[in-house]
Nanobody, 117 residues
Framework: QVQLVESGGGLVQPGGSLRLSCAASGTTILLYGMGWYRQAPGKQRELVADFTRGGRTRYADFVEGRFAISRDNVKNSMYLQMTSLKPEDTAVYYC???????????WGKGTLVTVSS
């Protein structure tokens, strides 16, 4: 059974930093494209950053160079380093994995990031 478990969320002041982690089990992330999404209260889930099928990284416009997505295939994990956080970054952040050679998709349960003074 494939599981994605996010961690690293929490309360941070504006301008602060957080590093989110997504640990995969039950499979190897080598078989998947992966990304981070977020959902703020009352809003739709939106892409934050991901690895495209071509292996490149892609970021939402609102990231503005503040976040960096990375993955460690040995540790079977993906990360999102977030800096210069703003109150509007407050959301539940989700890890997503989609099959590169199969029509499957998995989601973690999310980790809450709250940016507030």
């Amino acid at each position: 059974q494939v599981q994605l478990v996010e961690s690293g969320g929490g309360l941070v002041q504006p301008g602060g930093s957080l590093r989110l982690s997504c640990a995969a089990s039950g499979t190897t992330i080598l078989l998947y494209g992966m990304g981070w999404y977020r959902q703020a209260p009352g809003k739709q889930r939106e892409l934050v950053a991901d690895f495209t099928r071509g292996g490149r990284t892609r970021y939402a416009d609102f990231v503005e160079g503040r976040f960096a997505i990375s993955r460690d295939n040995v540790k079977n994990s993906m990360y999102l380093q977030m800096t210069s956080l703003k109150p509007e970054d407050t959301a539940v952040y989700y890890c997503n994995a989609y099959g590169l050679g199969s029509p499957v998709e998995y989601w973690g349960k999310g980790t809450l990031v709250t940016v507030s003074s």
